[in-house]
């Protein structure tokens, strides 16, 4: 796997993320994917999906930065730091938060299994 198809696929996924495309987020988001909050709880594929379905999840602002990406056989680590503004059920997000995502490749699809998000001051 080469460092490139995962920038690629981490530009897909913000990408996703800023249009709310949940067809796109389906296919980037494996089945079993559990993904940390900076407020320690613990979401599935079906629940972040569920937010953008429901229009609970607004982003209205997403900038990446200070990008690192190691890549371990057909899996691949990356942070990420990323600002962000928008809403959850109403309730304003802003902030800067770091990011750290797991990458496998599965078939020709690149999908993310894990992640785990922390709010910086």
Same mark, same amino acid.
């Given at each position: 796997?080469?460092?490139? +198809?995962?920038?690629? @696929?981490?530009?897909? $996924? $913000?990408? #996703? ?5 949940? /067809? @796109? /987020?389906? +296919?980037? $988001?494996?089945?079993? /994917?559990? %993904? ?5 709880? +613990?979401?599935?594929?079906? %629940?972040?999906?569920? *937010?953008?379905? *429901? ?13 690192? =990406?190691? =890549?371990?056989? &057909?899996? @691949? ?6 600002? $962000?503004?928008? #809403?959850?059920?109403? &309730?304003?997000? &802003?902030?800067? %938060?770091?990011?750290?995502? =797991? ?10 299994? @894990?992640?785990?998000? =922390?709010? /910086?001051?």
């Amino acid at each position: 796997m080469k460092i490139e +198809t995962v920038v690629n @696929a981490e530009i897909e $996924l $913000l990408t #996703a993320i800023k249009k709310s495309d949940i /067809l @796109a /987020l389906e +296919t980037i $988001l494996h089945d079993d /994917l559990l %993904f940390n909050m900076p407020d320690g709880q +613990t979401i599935t594929k079906d %629940f972040d999906l569920q *937010s953008y379905r *429901s229009g609970k999840m607004k982003v209205d602002f997403l900038e990446a930065s200070d990008q690192i =990406v190691n =890549v371990i056989d &057909n899996t @691949a680590v990356v942070t990420v730091t990323v600002s $962000l503004k928008g #809403a959850y059920d109403n &309730n304003p997000i &802003n902030g800067v %938060f770091k990011y750290i995502r =797991v990458w496998k490749k599965i078939g020709k699809n690149m999908k993310v299994i @894990a992640g785990s998000c =922390v709010q /910086l001051a």
